[in-house]
């Protein structure tokens, strides 16, 4: 019997949800290092959750939709400086919800084949209180989904012109 190796069809529409933590910069750098092809789509997306009172929900409530996707895209050229996204297939969306719920909307709405998502690896009781974007989208995805983490956690924090910068 011959067996025939077929390869894996390559992913080409990825989604990357980002919330301007390092664990969201390290999944940023992984969607664009996968999305390598012109023909592959990468939709970077940003759901602002009204119901978190902290920093970015003082910064993000009084700004206009396209000011929070002029600030994703700020944050994807800062972290893809080095390799700079790719115009015309690169695609920034912010929307306002609860996360894992609008980061499967958004899939499923674009067609995404793939999610590529960061992780902060809470662990025991933190993650029974608080609940996990991350583990929520693994385990109601109908695609696949890459959670990435970081090597080194920072903190998000806002600055004085209502702007987020990464601390740490």
Do not use: W
Not at 18 to 29: C, G, H, M, T
Not at 74 to 80: G, I, N, P, R, S
Not at 90 to 98: C, D, H, I, M, S
Not at 114 to 122: K, N, Q, T
Request: hydrophobic share 40%; proline share 6%; with cysteine.
């Amino acid at each position: 019997m011959r067996l025939t190796s077929k390869r894996p069809r390559p992913f080409k529409n990825i989604l990357c949800p980002i919330d301007f933590s390092e664990p969201s910069r390290a999944a940023l750098q992984v969607a664009n290092a996968l999305a390598d092809d012109p023909s592959i789509h990468l939709t970077i997306l940003y759901v602002h959750d009204p119901t978190i009172a902290g920093a970015e929900a003082i910064v993000f409530s009084n700004r206009s939709g396209s000011d929070v996707r002029r600030e994703v895209r700020e944050f994807a050229t800062k972290v893809l400086r080095p390799a700079l996204a790719r115009a015309g297939t690169t695609r920034y969306v912010a929307a306002v919800g609860q996360p894992a719920q609008e980061i499967l909307r958004v899939a499923k709405r674009r067609r995404c084949d793939l999610i590529v998502i960061g992780s902060r690896g809470l662990g025991g009781i933190r993650k029974l209180l608080l609940g996990s974007t991350t583990d929520h989208v693994v385990h109601h995805a109908s695609i696949p989904v890459l959670a990435i983490r970081s090597r080194k956690p920072t903190k998000r924090r806002a600055r004085k012109d209502g702007s987020l910068r990464m601390a740490g």
